[in-house]
């Protein structure tokens, strides 16, 4: 019974997902150690990793009730645990607020600033949930949640904010904002249906892959970029190019003939590829400072 329960609460939460976020933000941990920093001791490891999954725990859990009855009416998402009743709305609100609160509270065990940014970074987390319901950018607002993996992370580690880890942050964003750009793809037709916002229901198929397209562009800018102000290493910079010529594939595969997009790939390109990237890039940071 009580086993059944989690499995619900991680379908719910989507666990997999986390490839995208937490390699991200164990690189921005791995280059803080050659800056000035908090010792980073056991309690404080297991402390950062706890904020970030009960962060996205949160996120996630209000994600499925905010959205439960559009959900409902996409045949895409209609199995998902709770509009087809395998979780109760309630049962999602209650791990949105349990989840919050818990992260809260072990941000606070980290110091000051993290204390003091945790509320504000979950509004930013649960805003998302309700942005494709007046803007098109909503996409940017999930990269920009995403991002805040690193920047937390940095913050975490007690290193002082600086231009590098914000151009890491601003390469993750786009980086988010270039492949949800193509996952929404496949309710470009729904989104128009029902009202709501995204890059392919307002500019088209087309000009929706050609956004992605410079998003990503951006993306491997940022990272070496952000890899030169933080002074890495040539490991460092070969897993950005690696990254690129990833999204270079992703964009191939989800690219059909005639410039379409070939919406039966769209999930294995989305899943596959960018958890190729996100641990790539730690792959890549992680032997490039063990190089150093």
């Known amino acids: 019974m009580i086993l059944a329960r989690v499995r619900r609460y991680g379908e719910l939460v989507t666990f997999s997902h986390t490839i995208f976020a937490m390699p991200f ?11 000035p920093h908090e010792k980073l001791t056991p309690l404080r490891a297991a402390a950062m990793i ?29 199995g998902r645990p709770v509009p087809s009743g395998r979780v109760k709305p309630v049962e999602a609100l209650g791990v949105t607020i349990a989840s919050g609160l818990a992260f809260c509270g072990l941000a606070a065990t980290l110091g000051f600033w993290p204390a003091v940014l945790a509320p504000p970074v979950l509004v930013v987390l649960l805003g998302y ?5 007046f803007t098109w950018a ?8 995403l991002a805040l993996a690193p920047g937390g992370a940095w913050i975490g580690m007690g290193a002082a904010p600086n231009l590098g880890i914000v151009l890491l942050m601003v390469g993750v964003l786009t980086w988010l904002f270039g492949f949800d750009v193509l996952y929404a793809l496949q309710d470009e037709a729904f989104d128009r249906a029902e009202g709501l916002f995204s890059v392919p229901a307002r500019f088209g198929t087309k000009r929706a892959m050609a956004l992605a397209v410079a998003a990503h562009v951006v993306t491997v800018a940022c ?6 102000l933080l002074g890495r290493g040539p490991v460092f910079f070969g897993g950005v190019m690696l990254v690129g010529v990833i999204l270079v594939v992703e964009h191939r595969l989800v690219r059909g003939k005639g410039g379409e997009a070939d919406l039966a790939k769209i999930p294995k390109a989305f899943f596959d590829c960018n958890a190729y990237v996100s641990m790539g890039f730690f792959a890549a940071t992680a032997v490039d400072a063990l190089l150093r």
């Not at 009730?65 to 996409?74: E, F, G, L």
């Not at 990272?223 to 030169?228: I, K, Q």
Request: proline residues 2%.
């Open 25 to 35: 933000a164990a690189s921005a941990v791995v280059i803080a150690m050659s800056f």
């Open 50 to 78: 706890l904020c970030m999954v009960t962060a996205r725990t949160s996120a996630m859990a209000w994600n499925r009730w905010a959205d439960r009855d559009v959900d409902a009416k996409n045949p895409r998402t209609a």
């Open 129 to 133: 949930s309700l942005a494709k319901r």
């Open 138 to 145: 909503a996409h940017a607002w999930l990269g920009l949640a």
């Open 223 to 228: 990272l070496m970029a952000a890899g030169r």
